[in-house]
């Protein structure tokens, strides 16, 4: 695919039916018990992006418009006695595109409704007004996806600015006087990356987060490190060629799945050393928070 043809898929949105095979969802670990989809496709611009080896054909963003049904299939997949969590992130940004669709409002308000369900969504955009004020009654988590300045700067484009996600963040936490209170909310770092001088850029992101987030509230952490296929590099260096992002397969290791299929990761000593930095930092800063994964 041209990068021009990319370009103006990029600036295509279509209307159409969620297919069959959107009502068999599947699990999808560390994240969530399941995972659906509002939309295929995002508004965003990030030189790493995941859907590049996710989603076939070129990168229109293709909305539902069968959301009723959607959301009556999810009850399906509720377990009894027990809190259900489904994410609505995976496969779209789905705050990127909620000033055409509506559409995240309306799950919003539908697991506020339900007693064992909740919500999770994530998004690098921050137009968070239409959400303020939807009851939520605590079922949906919101998280914003941020990154240390060199790589927010230089790899996300068309997203807004952490400084302005943390904002809605900080915004959508709040306990104003609204239906259930403020949300429960959650910072994913993604794609951590080992950049020069790592520590001082990711400590300077913790300043942020901190002062955003100066009071009590309901907050979670994910942090994933950066990684390839080679499918994925493949796409991602066709759409952009000259994208300065690393990744160059004979600085990583290989992990493989139990498909058959290999992602290039950071060796064992890299990782470690992220992982022990990121932990220790949190825990020290936001001693309340919880970390739900690393990957």
Known sequence: MSNGFYNIAKRTLAVVTAPPSSFKLSPIPPSADWQF???????AHCQYCYLAGSLSGPPVIRVFANLPQILDNLANYEQQGKTTSFEVSCYTDPLGIEHLTGSLAECIRYFGTRTNAHLRW???????????????????RCRMSVNAAPISGKFEGGTASVASRLNALRRLALPQERDG??????????????????????????????????FDCDLTFELI???FTPGSKEVLQTWYPQSKLEMDEAKRSVKRNKFGGTKYVY??????????FFETEI????????ILYWT
Not at 37 to 43: D, F, I, S
Not at 190 to 213: K, T, V
Request: aromatic residues 8%; charged residues 25%.
């Open 37 to 43: 989809h509002l939309a295929e496709g995002c508004p």
């Open 122 to 140: 994530v998004s690098k955009f921050d137009a968070v007004d239409g959400l303020l004020y939807l009851p939520h009654n605590g079922h949906t």
């Open 181 to 214: 209170g403020g949300y429960p909310v959650g910072l994913v770092i993604a794609p951590i990356m080992p950049i020069d001088d790592w520590q001082m850029h990711y400590s300077r992101l913790f300043d942020q987060i901190n002062e955003a987030l100066d």
């Open 225 to 227: 490190s950066h990684r």
């Open 267 to 276: 060796d064992k000593d890299t990782m470690k050393a992220l992982r022990c």
């Open 283 to 290: 825990t020290k800063r936001f001693p309340n928070a919880e």
